[in-house]
């Protein structure tokens, strides 16, 4: 399957939690405009999550240098996403290894801890 088509369809999935958690998804203007590298390293995929007017948006390629870089599981992801795992745990456990603007990061894990 195309790569823009499995984004697609992980935009469908993040766009369901947004709508779930309207709280969420206003605080996201506070890191607007920032890019998020996600490598699923178990499905060798790799896909962008542009935070963009209070939205997410899943880019498969993207040629500016993400704010922040993520890698892990896809499970883990989404586990992290629709509030069934700390963020900080998995963090610790190194299931999932982030990089890039802590200022940023740290903002964007906190968002999701308030998810679960």
């Given at each position: 399957?195309?790569?823009w088509?499995?984004?697609?369809?992980?935009?469908?999935?993040?766009?369901?939690?947004?709508?779930?958690?309207?709280?969420?998804?206003?605080?996201?203007?506070e890191?607007?405009?920032?890019?998020?590298?996600f490598?699923?390293?178990?499905?060798?995929?790799?896909?962008?999550?542009?935070?963009?007017?209070?939205?997410?948006?899943?880019?498969?390629h993207?040629?500016?240098?993400?704010?922040?870089?993520?890698?892990?599981?896809?499970?883990v992801?989404?586990?992290?996403?629709?509030?069934?795992?700390?963020?900080?745990?998995?963090?610790?456990?190194?299931?999932?290894?982030?990089?890039?603007?802590?200022?940023?990061?740290?903002?964007?894990?906190?968002?999701?801890?308030?998810?679960?």
């Amino acid at each position: 399957m195309p790569l823009w088509m499995e984004a697609i369809g992980v935009g469908v999935f993040i766009s369901n939690i947004l709508d779930k958690n309207p709280n969420f998804k206003e605080k996201l203007g506070e890191i607007d405009d920032k890019v998020f590298l996600f490598e699923a390293r178990d499905i060798k995929k790799t896909f962008f999550l542009h935070i963009k007017d209070k939205d997410i948006k899943v880019i498969p390629h993207m040629r500016r240098k993400p704010d922040v870089e993520m890698r892990g599981d896809v499970s883990v992801l989404i586990d992290v996403l629709t509030g069934k795992e700390d963020p900080d745990t998995v963090f610790f456990t190194r299931r999932l290894e982030i990089t890039g603007d802590t200022a940023t990061a740290i903002h964007f894990k906190n968002l999701l801890a308030a998810l679960g």
